[in-house]
């Protein structure tokens, strides 16, 4: 089976295709959903900012329209990532993730970060250019990890302040310079919950285009100490009986597939698939 939707750097000046268009109220969308015969987009009141070609859904160009702001268009409405991820298409919020972190990457990167001049499109290539510094710069991705700390029955679920109310989900964060995975989740650990963990496992990665994280999923076991939850960071956090489970993370999420993963192992039930 040939996968629906591919990425690749397509020439804006060729006309037609598909384009999305993202302001920071979301994506455009009306009753056929967020992609727009591109041709009409443009002749819409929009702000245009800047314009990349992203790829090829069922073998028709993508454009992606970034805007300096939303605006009225008849019949449509402005919607973020988050609400595609829960209840649209999968492949459609594949191609809305890839664009909004494209869109990021080109409103983040106008001018040169080392001189402050005006950076310009590489033709064919995912890069902004400086030529007076001979620098390009390539869209951002920021490896977080993201594990279940399981004891036997019980795993190991904390909750931030910034979660749905009573939501519990496995510990995450970002890998900071100097760090290998495994540091990163070793320390993140430690930092959040004071736990110390041993036989450390890869589990699968998931783009989580909020902005820009590239989630790498472990399984680790606890190897010693008491919670003691991370002023400010973690609000609670708690073992649970894996017959007992409290509200979990939206079921696409890596985090909800870690925790899938192992109970359903515990529970002898067949295993889940991660969402590509
Ligand atoms: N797909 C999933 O199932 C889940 C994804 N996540 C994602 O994992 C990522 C990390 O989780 P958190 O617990 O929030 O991280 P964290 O535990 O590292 O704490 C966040 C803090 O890290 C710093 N930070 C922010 N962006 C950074 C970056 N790009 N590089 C280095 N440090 C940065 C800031 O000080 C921020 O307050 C987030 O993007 C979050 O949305 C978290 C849980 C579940
Ligand atoms: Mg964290
Ligand atoms: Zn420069």
Not at 181 to 210: H, T
Request: aromatic share 10%; with cysteine.
């Amino acid at each position: 089976m040939t996968a629906r939707w591919t990425t690749a750097v397509l020439d804006t000046d060729q006309p037609g295709g598909w384009a999305v268009a993202r302001s920071p109220e979301g994506f455009l969308f009306d009753d056929n959903g967020a992609l727009f015969p591109r041709e009409w987009l443009k002749r819409q009141e929009l702000s245009i900012l800047t314009e990349h070609g992203i790829g090829h859904l069922d073998g028709e160009p993508v454009y992606l329209l970034e805007l300096h702001r939303s605006s009225e268009v008849p019949g449509c409405n402005w919607k973020g990532l988050r609400a595609f991820m829960l209840d649209g298409d999968h492949t459609v919020y594949k191609v809305l993730g890839y664009a909004a972190q494209i869109g990021t990457w080109a409103r983040e990167h106008r001018f040169c970060g080392n001189c402050g001049q005006a950076m310009t499109q590489v033709p064919g290539e995912r890069a902004m250019y400086c030529q007076p510094c001979d620098l390009r710069s390539y869209p951002r991705i920021s490896p977080s990890m993201i594990v279940l700390v399981t004891r036997g029955d019980e795993i190991l679920l904390a909750r931030s302040p910034r979660f749905v109310t009573g939501v519990y989900s496995t510990l995450a964060g970002f890998a900071e310079p100097g760090e290998s995975a495994e540091d990163c989740l070793i320390r993140e650990v430690r930092e959040e919950v004071s736990i110390e963990v041993k036989n450390i496992q890869y589990m699968g990665s998931q783009c989580w285009p909020f902005p820009h994280s590239m989630m790498l999923g472990f399984h680790a076991e606890y190897a010693g100490g008491e919670i003691v939850c991370q002023e400010d960071e973690i609000e609670d956090a708690q073992w649970f009986n894996v017959h007992d489970l409290p509200p979990l993370p939206a079921s696409k999420s890596i985090a909800r597939y870690l925790i899938d993963v192992y109970v359903a192992r515990r529970l002898g039930h067949a295993e889940p698939v991660l969402p590509g």
